[in-house]
């Protein structure tokens, strides 16, 4: 919530020069923002802290500094290099994860601060949430999970990006991975599924039969409004999608394209596009934002507590928007993710991920030295996984020209 109060706690305001030229000095450090957070936020003095106990930062609490953990981990700069939904192959406009992962970022923290949430939480969530996505979009943990249920076993991107931030990141001499808060942690887990607590066991520590937070929550919700409506922007961007299929398959950018042809006859049609496309946005970030309040109200939820134990999870979009959002998400699998147009280079990534995969499985010495010794403590195939959903998608195509001669 910084910005909202300015409020230190020793009393002082922020500070700002005058026009004399005096400037008023500027608080004692620490300095620590009282918030003004809803009781129903997660309250960073409440954190359930990390694994290595470290002492405070002048500066930064801890979720700001998680925040800060994660824009400087090598898995999220790799993002610029993983595929959203499109390769470049259309076009150098288009999301890749880094750039959707920003957005996201950006959706959640306007989420978050008209709701009184722990922004800074929120906004960790939201950077961290793609962190454990392999190359190659969804054709590529498509073809991973594959290969993995080949030998017993499965891959999840969360679980994943839960064994990234705990241990494959190495920046920090005093401890492996970045250890973040365990409000990051859970929310890296449970942001958008359950996971049951008889199949994980290892998870028990996440408390897996109560709701993560509000914060958490959200990031599902976000992300679906990101996805979507960038989606809708790349696929008509692409040619792949046509301004009059996308009218014709969701009335909700149908009933605002009219109105905004009515607002800018002369514009170009691009621009009457982003226009509608802007208001379906706006009309689902708005949404969620009501319908949660709404909400939480009417449940007088004002605890973490509340809003851990609740039935199901209160942060939602109202009955008319989901019906809105599932009815964008369809279309976009019917004409966009399942098109023709798409099917060949997903083929070409499943293959890609199957062929390296079953390469290393058959030469383990073919790996480098590092993973080579991670397989003496565990199994083959969760070390070649491991290997292969940390490649950037132009790393995956040099290790496939490199072991299988791009065949
Ligand atoms: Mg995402």
Request: proline share 5%; glycine share 4%; hydrophobic share 35%.
């Amino acid at each position: 919530m910084v910005g909202k109060t300015d409020i230190y706690a020793n009393g002082s305001k922020l500070s700002h020069p005058r026009k004399t030229g005096r400037v008023r000095k500027p608080p004692p450090s620490p300095v620590i923002l009282i918030s003004m957070l809803a009781g129903y936020a997660v309250q960073v003095q409440q954190s359930r802290g990390r694994r290595f106990p470290e002492p405070p930062h002048p500066y930064r609490d801890d979720y700001q500094r998680d925040r800060d953990r994660i824009i400087h981990a090598r898995a999220f700069r790799r993002l610029e290099d993983k595929t959203q939904v499109f390769t470049r192959r259309y076009s150098d406009h288009f999301r890749n994860r880094l750039t959707h992962t920003i957005e996201v970022a950006q959706i959640t923290r306007t989420v978050a601060g008209a709701l009184n949430l722990n922004v800074d939480l929120a906004e960790a969530l939201a950077l961290v949430h793609d962190l454990g996505h392999p190359p190659f979009g969804h054709a590529g943990e498509k073809a991973l999970d594959a290969a993995m249920r080949r030998h017993g076993s499965f891959f999840d991107h969360n679980l994943h990006a839960l064994r990234i931030v705990e241990d494959f990141e190495h920046r920090y001499a005093a401890f492996r991975g970045l250890n973040l808060t365990f409000e990051v942690r859970e929310g890296i887990i449970k942001h958008s599924r359950d996971y049951d607590l008889a199949q994980y066991p290892e998870l028990a520590e996440y408390a897996l039969d109560q709701r993560p937070p509000l914060e958490s929550q959200l990031v599902d919700l976000t992300d679906e409004i990101g996805y979507n409506t960038a989606d809708l922007d790349d696929g008509y961007e692409a040619r792949l999608l046509t301004l009059d299929q996308i009218r014709a398959g969701v009335p909700v950018f149908e009933s605002f394209f009219r109105r905004v042809r009515q607002l800018y006859p002369e514009a170009p049609e691009k621009l009457q596009f982003n226009e509608a496309l802007k208001r379906v946005f706006n009309r689902l970030t708005s949404d969620l934002i009501e319908n949660t309040q709404g909400r939480l109200h009417q449940l007088a939820i004002e605890s973490v507590d509340q809003v851990r134990v609740h039935s199901d999870r209160l942060a939602a979009f109202s009955r008319d928007v989901e019906a809105e959002r599932r009815q964008i998400k369809s279309f976009l699998y019917e004409n966009l993710y399942y098109s023709a147009s798409l099917s060949e280079e997903k083929d070409d990534a499943e293959r890609i991920v199957t062929r390296l995969f079953d390469f290393w499985i058959e030469n383990p010495s073919a790996l480098p030295h590092y993973y080579q010794g991670k397989a003496e403590q565990e199994s083959l195939p969760r070390v070649v996984c491991d290997y292969i959903a940390g490649m950037t998608d132009h790393y995956i195509m040099e290790q496939y020209e490199k072991h299988c001669g791009g065949k």
